[in-house]
């Protein structure tokens, strides 16, 4: 749609200078604009992008206009208006022209407004909801999507404004820094197709060594202490900064959390299958004493370890 848009300021060019208030590219610009709001919010995490009502309310207006341009362009009543003055000088109906594309362009700039706003509010909503465990690397890289966004946001309300002046130098300073634009755009968009393989191997080859690990009852890190990262990346033979990034991202909790977790989980099963002292227990699993393990126990089950085996022993 952008490139429908520059391709049709191509016509509002003669030997009388440059068109102002020229239908057909404000049409496409406000289409391309309404596309790429709608999808910036869906980045966000909002759904508008998915209701085909807010679609239709949203482009009739575009569409109308681009009906009536159409029309008269084939019946040979369009009237291109060059500059301000040439409204007062010439019939009323180059007036009553101006008028009626200047209602209509306004309605249009208020659908500029509402969607700027609502971009706004729903990056607000992903700043309230983005979660503290979201890597350092994916929020380097949200930050600069971020801001292609508002230079986007920026760029589209400047070409709106290119088409209410009579010149071509802001328009072809706009096309510039397009041009700067998607080409910084591109190169984020690579690097992000990278850095997804990159994860995507990351979560094939460490969910299957953590798999292993954990049916390993003996030497086990995760059932005798209170592991580090650099223990447990060890044992995995991984990365430890690929652990990390995937136990926050794909777990969504941090490193102890999960560990203990998976350490009273394993606890239970003993208490279940043998007949090893709760006492036992509690130091061969990394607890300080006993009463340490009580309080895990119960705060995730509800009962203490003694509790547990009889409950389920009867």
Not at 64 to 72: E, F, G, K, P, R
Not at 131 to 151: C, F, G, H, P, Y
Not at 214 to 229: A, E
Request: proline share 3%.
């Amino acid at each position: 749609m952008l490139a429908i848009y520059v391709v049709s300021t191509f016509y509002i060019c003669s030997e009388n200078g440059i068109e102002l208030f020229a239908t057909g590219p404000i049409s496409f610009l406000y289409i391309t604009f309404i596309i790429f709001a709608l999808f910036s919010t869906g980045y966000f995490g909002r759904d508008y992008h998915k209701k085909l009502v807010v679609w239709l309310f949203l482009l009739q207006y575009p569409a109308v206009l681009l009906l009536v341009h159409a029309l008269v362009l084939m019946t040979g009543y369009y009237i291109k208006i060059y500059t301000l003055s040439s409204l007062f000088e010439d019939h009323r109906l180059i007036l009553a022209v101006f008028i009626a594309r200047l209602v209509w362009i306004g309605i249009m700039v208020s659908g500029y407004m509402l969607m700027t706003g609502i971009v706004i509010d729903s990056y607000l909503h992903f700043r309230k909801n983005i979660t503290q465990l979201t890597r350092e690397k994916n929020m380097s890289m949200r930050r600069a999507e971020i801001i292609d966004i508002v230079i986007y946001l920026i760029l589209f309300v400047w070409m709106m404004l290119n088409n209410f002046v009579s010149s071509l130098l802001p328009r072809i300073l706009t096309n510039i820094f397009m041009i700067i634009m998607i080409v910084r755009t591109y190169i984020i968009y690579r690097n992000f197709i990278h850095y997804s393989l990159e994860l995507s191997k990351m979560n094939v080859v460490i969910p299957g060594r953590l798999k292993k690990l954990m049916g390993q009852y003996i030497n086990n890190p995760f059932y005798t202490s209170n592991p580090t990262l650099e223990v447990v990346s060890e044992a995995l033979n991984v990365d430890k900064n690929e652990l990390r990034d995937y136990i926050y991202s794909e777990l969504g909790t941090t490193l102890s959390a999960w560990t203990s977790e998976k350490r009273i989980l394993y606890i239970s099963q003993q208490l279940l299958k043998t007949d090893r002292m709760v006492s036992e227990l509690a130091l061969s699993c990394g607890y300080s004493n006993p009463p340490a393990l009580n309080r895990a126990f119960k705060q995730r089950f509800g009962v203490t370890p003694s509790e547990f085996r009889a409950k389920h022993k009867e």
